[in-house]
């Protein structure tokens, strides 16, 4: 069964940066193309970042020059740096494959950006 486990996240002052990661147990994690989600509070989880199995990348227009998507194969691993953080950028973010979503969701990581 496939473990999709986030972490990294915190509470940040605007402009600050985190960087999160999703470690992917289980899976044929080379193969796939992956994605960073996120969902504020009464709001709809939206896709953020994608990352093909080529390593080819796209942005949500909202966090295009300030987040970064990568990944390690070997370790399985999909991350997230981002930076110049915002306040409408505070959500929980979840990772999971994309354009289909094939796994159960993880429980996520909660950023927070606050003065």
């Known amino acids: 069964q496939v473990q999709l486990v986030e972490s990294g996240g915190g509470l940040v002052q605007p402009g600050g940066s985190l960087r999160l990661s999703c470690a992917v147990s289980g899976s044929f994690f080379s193969i796939e193309d992956m994605g960073w989600y996120r969902q504020a509070p009464g709001k709809q989880r939206e896709l953020v970042a994608v990352?093909?199995?080529?390593?080819?990348?796209q942005y949500a227009d909202s966090v295009k020059g300030r987040f970064t998507i990568s990944r390690d194969n070997a370790k399985k691993t999909v991350y997230l740096q981002m930076n110049s953080l915002k306040p409408e950028d505070t959500a929980v973010y979840y990772c999971?494959?994309?354009?289909?979503?094939?796994?159960?969701w993880g429980q996520g990581t909660q950023v927070t950006v606050s003065s």
């Open positions: 990352i093909t199995s080529a390593g080819s990348t």
């Open positions: 999971n494959t994309y354009v289909i979503v094939r796994y159960t």
